[in-house]
């Protein structure tokens, strides 16, 4: 069966009072668009189409390279006018069983298999509808169906404001996605007229045409309310943000990860934990992130692309991003790990240290107040507060090596490129600019001089 995927993404989204175009506005870390591109990935082999309109540069390019292919509505006249755009690019298809899903891409949450119940419910025969049934209907448009038909065929679409006081007792409404036998719907849609108050072509017309036709109208009920909520403004999104990340940390939970507030928790990729794993209120993860076992999180930490050993504990208010630590490490609170830090077995980072494209081997500690930036350091060297790694010329990036077993003491300043001999001992406040012997203590300091009778400088009127 040929598939055809049509994502609709062309609308303005006036009430979310944004420059940017409603699709691109994030969920979970990723544009609303992003989400149900990523549901139709999983489905099998299709053409996807997104019908782009306002903001359509900045549309198109954030689907560059996920193949599927951008088609323009300019000026945008309803979501008939929509489809009408992309009927060219429809294939004239003769194969029984062809099928057109259309999709709504400020609807992020639509689940593969909803999608695909709904694509089977078409079968390339039927107009199938993606339906919910609401505690709370009002504002949607209503399914009607025949009464005592045993096979509760749809009549029609009855939009709220249209509706009986029987009608608005209907809790079934249609949510805006369809799959429709393709050589059907490319009739249909092109039979469409502007004929209504706001001078626009519906697509929820061609319910009326199906049913005049005798072609068979059926509904395909989504399970959860959740995956069918639409996203038109700032308030709607951050309840869908909630609701889907109350989704995952369930998911968690269930999975043995202990949260301490589920409803504090953020989610922004994926996160792999090991067993007694405890996080913190207030963490957020990006990317791809694994914990092992009897890891603990404090609060309000940020993991993004990161891998962390076992029965490590991360100290509140701690930033990690592209790092890989060992097992046992204590880290923070507001440490700063970034890209390319690679940290052993039992290394401890404290306080306000930040460490960028370094290697820190079993043991080795930095627990306040420093700086280590492509650099190298060995098992169980000390490194002291305030102490950095100078490793940028102006033009380019140095390494410093730091030996098993080193201590720098605090304040030092390391000029890369240099080597600190295994076993030496930096004295504290000196600047190192060359490579130290193994086993010496090494101090390079300015002479402290006391000038007598000096007299700090004051500015004309005013008292000494």
């Known amino acids: 069966m040929a598939l055809d995927i049509v994502i609709m993404a062309a609308g303005k989204g006036t009430r979310m009072k944004s420059r940017h175009p409603k699709v691109l506005h994030r969920l979970a870390g990723r544009p609303l668009l992003d989400h149900v591109l990523a549901t139709t990935a999983a489905l099998p082999t299709h053409r996807c189409w997104v019908i782009t309109g306002h903001g359509a540069d900045a549309v198109e390019s954030a689907i560059a390279g996920s193949g599927a292919q951008p088609v323009r509505q300019m000026p945008q006249r309803g979501t008939g006018h929509a489809v009408q755009q992309v009927v060219p690019r429809l294939a004239e298809v003769t194969e029984a069983g062809s099928t057109t899903l259309i999709l709504n891409g400020d609807v992020p949450l639509i689940a593969a298999t909803t999608a695909q119940a709904l694509v089977d419910a078409c079968g390339g025969q039927a107009l199938a509808l993606l339906t919910i049934v609401l505690p709370d209907a009002t504002g949607y448009g209503r399914i009607v169906r025949a009464e005592g038909a045993a096979d509760g065929a749809v009549l029609g679409i009855v939009e709220h404001k249209d509706a009986t006081p029987a009608q608005r007792q209907i809790r079934e409404v249609y949510t805006g996605m369809m799959a429709a036998p393709t050589a059907l719907l490319r009739r249909w849609v092109m039979a469409l007229t502007d004929d209504n108050a706001q001078r626009e072509f519906y697509l929820t017309d061609i319910v009326a045409m199906a049913v005049a036709e005798g072609v068979p109208v059926v509904a395909s009920m989504a399970a959860d309310e959740t995956e069918v909520l639409g996203v038109n403004s700032p308030l709607q999104l951050a309840d869908l943000e909630r609701r889907f990340q109350r989704r995952q940390a369930d998911a968690l939970l269930e999975a043995g990860v202990r949260l301490a507030d589920p ?202």
């Not at 994926?270 to 007694?276: E, F, H, R």
């Not at 790990?337 to 401890?348: I, S």
């Not at 107040?369 to 098992?379: K, M, Q, R, S």
Request: hydrophobic content about 35%; glycine content about 16%; overall charge neutral.
């Open 263 to 464: 409803a504090r928790f953020d989610l922004r990729g994926t996160l792999g934990a090991g067993q007694d794993v405890e996080i913190d209120v207030g963490c957020v993860f990006e990317g791809t992130v694994t914990l092992g076992d009897d890891v603990r999180i404090g609060a309000h930490c940020v993991l993004r692309d990161a891998v962390i050993g076992n029965g490590t504990v991360i100290h509140p208010f701690s930033h990690i991003e592209g790092a890989k630590v060992g097992a046992g490490a204590l880290i923070g609170p507001y440490a700063r790990l970034r890209p390319g830090a690679d940290l052993g077995d039992e290394v401890h980072i404290g306080n306000f240290v930040e460490v960028k494209n370094s290697s820190l081997a079993k043991g080795a500690k930095a627990n306040h107040l420093a700086y280590l930036g492509d650099a190298t350091v060995g098992e169980r060297v000390n490194y002291g507060a305030g102490s950095i790694t100078a490793n940028y010329d102006g033009a380019y990036k140095h390494r410093t090596v730091i030996g098993d077993d080193v201590h720098i003491g605090s304040n030092c300043v390391l000029i890369a490129p240099v080597t600190i001999g295994e076993g030496g001992t930096v004295g504290g406040g000196s600047t190192i600019s060359k490579s130290t012997p193994a086993g010496q203590l090494t101090v390079a300091r300015g002479k402290q001089v006391s000038i007598p009778g000096w007299t700090r400088p004051v500015k004309p009127g005013r008292n000494s």
